[in-house]
């Protein structure tokens, strides 16, 4: 399972990616940015995708919405682990196809939680 | 620095507006239209200094306000590019200081991760080893052992007291030297007192920067509340779902969701 994480903070891809590999997930790469995660994704085989909300370039939903709206990766699963927490952001996320959302600060156990549900479905 | 200026310009406006305005009607009641004329002059030389005086106090107090943030002023600033005074203002110190924040919290966030990673093989080695020795130990106990097994459990434990001795050494050093990385909290909290300070006098010099405009613009008759409804009409019609970063005010707001119990509830209330 080969794992795209996104943050602009590399403080939290490495918070993720070490939660990832104590869940057993150890073949993960990183970007810092919709911009760069996005060829990533298209052109690299990915499983799995997760990314936060809030980057400069291109942010997650729009990300989400792109990867969505490209026939080749569309039913890529997605988690979105994110600190933005309004009622009208989670439901946007939601209806544009996001598999999950964890908000900021989490807790390994939401965030393995989370990921298990996603793999139960798929 | 709150500015000194006081309603006494435009109310002594309105004194000088008074007379003058009983005065042109005896005028004009008596058909003097030579001193109603000259009593209109007289009018707009009132409004007109008035003007000049509340203008005259706009720009000392905006003056006085650059100064205290040390922002080299106008033209001659843009016309040093790159001089060592454009890089002096408070405002400018403000924003390498919260750069500093940055780098500070990330160097101690990574620093920490480094020391607990070295602390989980550790942790687990010892472990291990400690589950093991117990299975051979219960052995001994019950006397199921060997001579030989015996001298290779000796030997191991001998092993073990030396690993668990070095081990828990580096694990103390590393809890400890953790606790010291937690400093960065004293050095940004400094640094950011100061921002919050500044930005608060900032805030304050606009504040009554705003009050002094607003005579001004009493005694010239601009209605100013139509351009500013106008200006704050075209901000709203952003996004509602743009990112805001962090909520720390969520206890305020009717559409934060709290925590990640609720999130869920909200999802499968939606049917996700």
Sequence with gaps: MKILIVDDFSTMRRIIKNLLRDLGFTNTQEADDGLTALPMLKNGDFDFL???WN??????????????ADERISSMPI????AEAKRDQIVEAAQAGVNGYVIKPFTAAALKEKIEKIFERV | MTSKITLHTEDSMILELRECASLLLEKLQGDDYQEASKMIVNLNEARDSTIFQCVGELTRALHESIKNFNIPGGEQALSQQGSAEEHCSELNDASSGLEYVLTLTKNAADKTMDMVEECA?????????ASS???????LRNREMS???FRALYKRLDIYFETLDAGTNKLNENMQNIILEQGFQDLTGQVLKKVINLVTDVETNLVSLMRIAGQVESVVGIDVEKYTNDGKASKKTGA???GEGPQYNSNKRSDVIDSQDNVDDLLSSLGF
């Design chain 2, 240 to 242: 509602d779902t743009a």
């Design chain 1, 50 to 52: 997760v990314t936060d």
């Design chain 1, 55 to 68: 980057m400069p370039g291109m942010t997650g939903i729009d990300l989400l919405k792109q990867v969505r």
């Design chain 1, 79 to 82: 988690l979105m682990v994110t």
């Design chain 2, 121 to 129: 093989p550790i942790c687990n080695e010892l472990g291990q080893e």
């Design chain 2, 133 to 139: 020795l117990k299975q051979e130990w219960a052995k």
């Design chain 2, 147 to 149: 001579p030989d097994e």
